[in-house]
């Protein structure tokens, strides 16, 4: 994308000194009125991440003009970091004035010329939801049958590409010197099983492109070849006691977080994702007597995870089940999904294996009882509190 045309004016001086994706620093001022402090805006992409007001003190510039206080710095964090799977077009101005050295493309991470996935031909489907949705319920299902393989027994919580997608982001993101380990304390017992970021992913270190070279392409490309080669093994372990020999399919749970599932399909070019839902109103009953949380949280907290469904339906390209028809329409909603997945609908039912997988994290006396318990758990100031979620339960089908 273009970066986007600013004015230009004489007075105004800037520079930027550190630009990352998680982090953008320099100075700016204006020498006709030295006195006063100019707005930074960052935007990426045409989209503003962060502003801040140019004030911190830089005593490297109390002489750089006429007047100069050398309070003109700005340093800026991004939260969230910009995304590692993405290009970013990234411009930072000072009313309006694009600053020396600001602007940038950062280019997403791995080599985009990169064919397929060579180290196996099983790949993942992600059960990506929120927390009391039925995710329990629905890779019991998964684990029947014979082209799919789930890691451990019920409730089948083995989460090993969320952990190996966390370490590929610790150790390709950019250094952070707060974030990062201190090389000299690494070997100190308390950070033994504690290493934060890469602490030498850092652009000071080194200006020549084949470092860039290195921890944009290269580095991601050799922990993907060992962090898949280091799941699929896990997987065809744990395929020995199944006797599984053609499986094509490891099941995980996944949350609903854009750089973990980017990473994951950064791992697994082939990854298939059912997008299990939930009407809310039923998950904020569950997480009240589940987890114990009052209404109020359980609202916020489920208000952010809804935003984050909505946007991965956006993208259209994973399978969106909901738990209501896994319960009610088990036959048909297990048909449809196996079409999604390209296998036959072989998963046999047992009505002792719904109910076991109920029982170990129901709050309800059935899967039954729990659709639609909201109506008689939730009182009216809460239902009415819960209005702000009309549009996601249109959009997926549970009126308003």
Request: proline content about 6%.
């Amino acid at each position: 994308m273009p970066m986007s045309m600013t004015t230009r004016t004489p007075s105004i001086a800037g520079h930027v000194d550190v630009l990352s994706r998680d982090r953008v620093a320099g100075w700016a001022a204006d020498k006709n009125n030295p006195t006063s402090n100019l707005q930074i805006i960052v935007s990426s992409s045409g989209t503003v991440v962060a502003r801040e007001v140019a004030r911190l003190e830089r005593p490297d510039l109390k002489s750089a003009f006429e007047g100069s206080t050398g309070n003109y710095g700005f340093d800026m964090a991004f939260d969230p970091p910009l995304s590692l799977w993405r290009s970013h077009a990234v411009e930072i101005v000072a009313n309006g004035n694009l600053l020396t050295k600001g602007t940038a493309i950062l280019d997403a991470i791995g080599d985009p010329n990169a064919i397929g996935d060579a180290v196996s031909s099983v790949q993942p489907i992600i059960v990506t939801t929120t927390g009391r949705s039925g995710s329990s319920l629905l890779m019991s299902r998964l684990a029947n049958h014979t082209d799919i393989v789930v890691g451990g027994p019920h409730p089948h919580e083995v989460k090993l590409l969320i952990y190996y997608s966390l370490a590929l982001m610790l150790h390709i993101s950019e250094a952070d010197r707060v974030k990062s380990l201190d090389p000299n304390l690494m070997t100190v017992s308390a950070n033994r099983y504690s290493i934060g970021r890469n602490p030498f992913n850092d652009q000071r270190f080194s200006q020549h492109p084949a470092i860039s070279t290195y921890w944009q392409y290269r580095l991601p490309t050799i922990l993907k070849e060992t962090f898949c080669t280091a799941i699929i093994e896990y997987y065809n372990a744990q395929n020995v006691g199944l006797g599984r020999p053609s499986f094509r399919y490891f099941a995980e749970k996944m949350h609903p977080q854009h750089e973990l599932r980017s990473a994951t399909k950064f791992l697994f070019p082939g990854t298939r994702e059912l997008l299990l839902v939930r009407d809310p109103r039923d998950t904020l009953c569950s997480y009240n007597k589940f987890w114990g949380a009052s209404l109020p949280d359980g609202i916020r907290l489920i208000s952010d995870h809804l935003q984050r469904i909505s946007e991965i339906k956006s993208e259209e390209k994973s399978l969106v089940v909901r738990y209501e028809d896994l319960v009610l329409q088990e036959e048909q909603t297990i048909q449809t999904i196996c079409r999604y997945l390209g296998l036959p609908p072989t998963i046999p039912f047992s009505q002792r294996e719904s109910d076991k997988a109920f029982r170990t994290h129901g709050t309800s006396k059935s899967a039954f009882n729990s659709i639609g318990r909201w109506k008689s758990d939730l009182d009216e100031e809460t239902k009415a509190a819960t209005v702000k979620w009309t549009r996601f339960l249109e959009d997926f089908g549970y009126g308003s």
